[in-house]
């Protein structure tokens, strides 16, 4: 069974900047395509970025380009999400997801490919 916990969240000036975090516990998360996803309320969730077991490849909605990074450290169990120059409209409960059966180094851009999920935490972005 695999435990993910989003950390970071929290209340930021529009053009603020946040990192969440997530970390694993439970199988081999160096072996997980990672990613992150945002739901605002009355909205559907959606990806807002992803990243290969390996951390070279990368994937960005195109809301997020330029502004986000995700990254990962496989020896902390942990995959990052840096957000720069947030505005309202970044404003979600974030969620990590973890897919435990990406069998190739590329990140998974379809919700229905991850098998676990965070509880969440809200970002709220204030103008």
């Known amino acids: 069974q695999v435990q993910l916990v989003e950390s970071g969240g929290g209340l930021v000036q529009a053009g603020g900047s946040l990192r969440l975090s997530c970390t694993a516990s439970g199988g081999t998360f160096s072996t997980y395509a990672m990613g992150w996803f945002r739901q605002a309320r009355g909205k559907e969730r959606d990806l807002v970025a992803a990243i290969s077991w390996s951390g070279r490849n990368t994937y960005y909605g195109d809301s997020v380009k330029g502004r986000f990074t995700i990254s990962r450290d496989n020896d902390k169990n942990t995959v990052y999400l840096e957000m720069n120059m947030l505005s309202g409209e970044d404003t979600a409960v974030y969620y990590c997801?973890?897919?435990?059966?990406?069998?190739?180094?590329?990140?998974?851009?379809?919700?229905?490919?991850?098998?676990?999920w965070g509880q969440g935490t809200q970002v709220t972005v204030s103008s």
């Open positions: 997801a973890a897919d435990i059966w990406s069998n190739t180094d590329r990140p998974t851009r379809v919700i229905g490919g991850y098998d676990y």
